[in-house]
């Protein structure tokens, strides 16, 4: 059973408009949550993430909110660029930042000029 | 959904030593699957992408003699890490593409000792 979900496979977005990507959990002792992006052929880099102590955090144009009561989070990218199309993973932890990650499976993100 | 096993999650080896990896997909098949190294700040590198029934590519840096891939078969991948030292300590993932999207293991701790 999976405990990272990202149920849009992909997304559409105009340029300029706000992208809202969602990741839901069923882990509740998931305590960090990261957000990453991956262009074709490399690896996922880090984007922004929030500790579960919070319920929000922003970082520029993303913005990720977090609410614990759904198991829910999400990623705001506004305004949304043509070079943020690409694949955004979310992922958990249990433990901490530094530990191991459990990942969605990713949403693709297209921004249309 | 599609899952990749990926085992063992922790290991412990002594320096100079090696340690296999091993990375399933359960319920589909993957033709590629694609190991990353997870770094501080929760970024992942592309160490490199094995193909099933052909020599694997590395990332340029990446040492094709230390990190041995075998892609065998369409459900099975490893990455063996050989004469490991303390600097190959680290969280090692594996990922594969399906129908869902991009499916991740759930990684491996290596410390090496």
């Known amino acids: 059973d999976q405990q990272v979900k990202q149920n849009s496979p992909s997304l559409s977005v105009q340029e300029g408009r706000i992208s809202i990507l969602n990741c839901d959990y069923t882990?509740?002792?998931?305590?960090?949550f990261l957000w990453y992006k991956k262009y074709p052929a490399e690896g996922p880099t880090f984007l922004i993430s929030i500790s579960s102590i919070k319920d929000k955090n922003e970082d520029g144009r993303f913005t990720v909110f977090l609410n614990k009561s759904a198991k829910h989070l999400s990623l705001h990218i506004v305004p949304s660029q043509p070079g943020d199309s690409a694949v955004y993973f979310c992922a958990a932890s249990a433990r901490g930042a530094t530990n191991e990650l459990i990942f969605g499976t990713g949403t693709l993100l297209a921004v249309q000029p | 959904g599609a899952v990749v096993s990926q085992h063992p999650s922790r290991v412990i080896c002594k320096s100079g030593t090696s340690v296999k990896i091993e990375c399933r997909s359960l319920d589909f098949q993957a033709t590629t699957m694609f190991w990353y190294r997870q770094f501080p700040k929760q970024s992942l590198m592309l160490m490199a992408t094995s193909n099933e029934g052909s020599k694997a590519t590395y990332e340029q840096g990446v040492e094709k003699d230390k990190f041995l891939i075998n892609h065998a078969s369409l459900t099975l991948s490893t990455l063996t890490v050989t004469s490991a030292h303390p600097e190959d300590s680290s969280f090692y993932i594996c990922?594969?593409?399906?129908?869902?999207?991009?499916?991740f293991g759930s990684g491996t701790r290596l410390t090496v000792v």
């Open positions: 882990n509740s002792m998931f305590d960090y």
């Open positions: 990922s594969a593409e399906s129908g869902y999207g991009y499916t």
